[in-house]
């Protein structure tokens, strides 16, 4: 099992890195487009890329910020229930997560397999294939249904998710710098 372990803590760090270069993207383009209008310099399909990126550095990180505690998480009503309630409400909410994540990257991959088939392109004045950004962003949607289901074994085999070792590592630190 550590193994597989390690494999997807890869993985969702391997997301985590590329969504940091999509991030990155957007600073190296529009800085680009700055720099460039001193010259008198155009780039042609700077604002498509820019808008790829952004798709990009939102949805390829989300396993990563999920496992990491990055995520808001609102326990208005989880948070005041305890025992089995708590735990049947956690595995319900994972569960449920899970599914809207899988049907999220299903949707956004059939997107981009019509985007394909069609060989459509971005109506702005360069016609970027359109199915490469969409195919980034079901990976990424993939892989956090992924995170999710991962940490709904962990909770159903009795460990604890991620996200709950997250904030409490964080609270310890917070602790820790207050003394």
């Known amino acids: 099992m550590t193994a597989l372990r390690r494999a997807l803590d890869l993985l969702y760090l391997a997301f985590g890195i590329a969504g940091g270069v999509a991030l990155a993207a957007i600073g190296a383009i529009i800085a680009a487009q700055v720099i460039g209008r001193q010259f008198g310099l155009v780039f042609e399909g700077a604002d498509d890329l820019t808008a790829f990126a952004v798709a990009a550095s939102a949805l390829l990180p989300l396993a990563y910020a999920f496992r990491h505690g990055a995520h808001i998480r609102v326990d208005l009503i989880i948070g005041h229930v305890r025992g089995r309630a708590r735990f049947a409400m956690e595995a319900f909410a994972l569960a449920a997560t899970a599914g809207l994540a899988a049907f999220l990257a299903y949707s956004v ?67 820790m710098e207050e003394i």
């Open 109 to 175: 991959g059939d997107l981009a397999f019509d985007s394909w088939q069609f060989e459509d392109v971005a109506q702005g004045t360069v016609p970027w294939l359109l199915w490469y950004p969409q195919a980034a962003c079901a990976v990424g949607c993939a892989v956090f249904a992924v995170a999710l289901a991962d940490d709904l074994v962990v909770h159903l085999a009795g460990g604890t998710p991620s996200y709950r070792r997250a904030a409490e590592s964080s609270a310890v630190q917070r602790a």
